[in-house]
């Protein structure tokens, strides 16, 4: 871990952990759902967290570094974006609570977990922004359609609303907005 350059004075050790759950484990929680069902939907949405979170910090990263003649538009379409993945994020983290689990929260562990691949550190074409937001919505749509059978056949309407209501619809809506800022030229109609 990197040291930083202000510091002067030796730091305290940080305390020692001390978990009152593990991560992976579901405490009980009277919601009539059994145990199973509740472990498999909090396994679940931990990894639908962990790729929103990742597709968000996309869309904070290429709100930052738009660029070119669309700058003004895109800019605003990725911070709102941003702001409504973030709504998710928070949805999500909630909805692995009430069912007794622990929720993905640290940058560490988000990156360990995601299945969206790492963008460059750098400053990408506005092409390649757009492509990259695709792809990771395109990843995140295909585990909320699963998951959200499997919520369904393990009676958790609850989870199974929450990704149909809100994942899904959220993310086909701003896969529209974003896809339409593709520069590829259309083909010609007849």
């Known amino acids: 871990m990197k040291e930083s350059a202000l510091a002067k004075a030796p730091r ?3 305390p020692p952990p001390h978990e009152v759950q593990a991560f992976g484990t579901v405490a009980e929680m009277p919601i009539a759902l059994a145990e199973a069902a509740r472990r498999e939907g909090a396994d679940n949405l931990n990894q639908l967290l962990a790729d929103t979170i990742t597709l968000r910090d996309l869309y904070r990263k290429h709100h930052w570094q738009a660029s070119g003649p669309t700058f003004y538009m895109l ?3 990725f911070d709102k974006h ?6 998710l994020v928070d949805a999500i983290a ?7 689990g622990v929720s993905v929260a640290m940058a560490a562990d988000v990156a360990e977990t995601t299945l969206i691949p790492r963008p460059p550190k750098g400053r990408e074409r506005t092409a390649e922004q757009v492509a990259r937001l695709l792809y990771a919505h395109e990843i995140v749509l295909e585990e909320a359609r699963a998951m959200a059978r499997y919520a369904e ?3 958790d309407v609850g989870t199974g609303d929450l ?12 896969v529209w907005f974003v896809a339409e800022h593709r520069t590829a030229v259309p083909a010609e109609v007849e």
């Open 82 to 87: 941003h702001r409504e993945q973030d709504e």
């Open 94 to 100: 909630e909805r692995v609570m009430q069912l007794g």
């Open 12 to 14: 305290a050790a940080a």
């Open 153 to 155: 056949r393990d009676g």
């Open 163 to 174: 990704i149909v209501s809100d994942v899904i619809r959220t993310n086909e809506t701003q």
């Open 75 to 77: 800019h605003l379409l």
